[in-house]
């Protein structure tokens, strides 16, 4: 993280907004701006910039500089997926491998740029009927659980369930059930290249999820959390490389007494270049996470 501040770009494709007046009256500012507004309440000075990006927008509000200055982008999308441009999906990509932070939220497990991090089709289970879903924490201790009650319960929400076609995460966090007896990996966290992702299922856009404090605070814990990686400048932006890979001398000869060895790549970093932070693996706290959990 930047000292100065995570630099955090909240993306909404901002449709169903425009043209549902169910959804514009829950959300009239958009979802983004919603999203948007929880993850400033919550980090306050810790985030230097918390903008706002749409799918309408030139290279949908996610040029190349605005990516630059992201360190975290959070992805709202549903009936857009497969108009979203493939250059910017690639410049996603590649900044997330460098160590930009992606936030994937509801229906944006079957967007594009997920679907590339994770290699499945990340279809799941869905079912649109109101109905309460219990969002279980299965990870208590890690940082993206900080603050929130060991269980908690959205009234109303779309069902997913699984199977949800993704690899097995890295870290599951949140496991959802459903009054319809479904089950749900609703909080996946997955490491790709140095950058860290983190998947929240809650958000279906005819219900007031985003404006739930406790989802407001697991997105915004989740901002931290994916933010937390060093930066790596792109080598396509300053024309450098990262580490330039060259073979240790003296072991290109071979013969019976000098068997072939593995050649060894030195890394050389460029200047500049902090080294990413070690993967996290924060240890379940046991705590009082056996007490009897009353539901309301
Ligand atoms: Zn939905």
Redesign the pocket.
Request: aromatic residues 0%.
């Given at each position: 993280m930047d000292k100065a501040g995570l630099r955090v770009t909240v993306w909404g494709e901002n449709l169903h907004e425009q043209q549902d007046p169910a959804v514009r009256a829950i959300y009239p500012d958009g979802m983004h701006t919603t999203i948007a507004a929880g993850i400033r309440q919550h980090l306050g000075a810790d985030a230097s910039v918390v903008r706002t990006a749409t799918f309408d927008q030139p290279q949908h509000g996610l040029s190349e500089a605005i990516l630059a200055e992201t360190d975290v982008l959070t992805w709202w999308g549903?009936k857009a997926h497969n108009r979203v441009d493939d250059g910017v999906v690639e410049r996603i990509h590649e900044r997330i491998l460098l160590g930009m932070g992606l936030v994937v939220l509801?229906?944006g497990h079957e967007s594009k740029i997920f679907r590339r991090l994770m290699g499945t089709t990340c279809v799941l289970r869905w079912r649109e009927a109101g109905e309460r879903e219990v969002v279980w924490t299965v990870s208590p201790g890690h940082p993206i659980t900080r603050g929130l009650p060991e269980v908690f319960i959205i009234p109303e929400q779309?069902m997913y369930g699984e199977h949800f076609d993704i690899p097995q995460p890295d870290e599951l966090v949140f496991i959802s059930s459903f009054s319809g007896g479904e089950v749900f990996r609703s909080g996946c966290a997955f490491r790709r290249g140095r950058g860290r992702i983190f998947y929240f299922s809650p958000g279906?856009?005819t219900h007031p999820v985003y404006h739930q404090p406790e989802v407001r605070l697991v997105i915004a814990n989740a901002v931290r959390w994916v933010g937390t990686v060093s930066f790596q400048p792109s080598s396509r932006i300053n024309g450098g490389h990262l580490f330039r890979p060259r073979i240790a001398e003296g072991h290109s000869h071979t013969n019976e007494n000098n068997p072939p060895t593995t050649p060894t790549l030195i890394a050389a970093p460029v200047p500049n270049c902090s080294p990413s932070t070690p993967p996290s693996r924060i240890p379940s706290v046991p705590d009082a996470a056996c007490a009897t959990v009353r539901l309301a």
């Open positions: 549903h509801h229906s779309e279906h856009e």
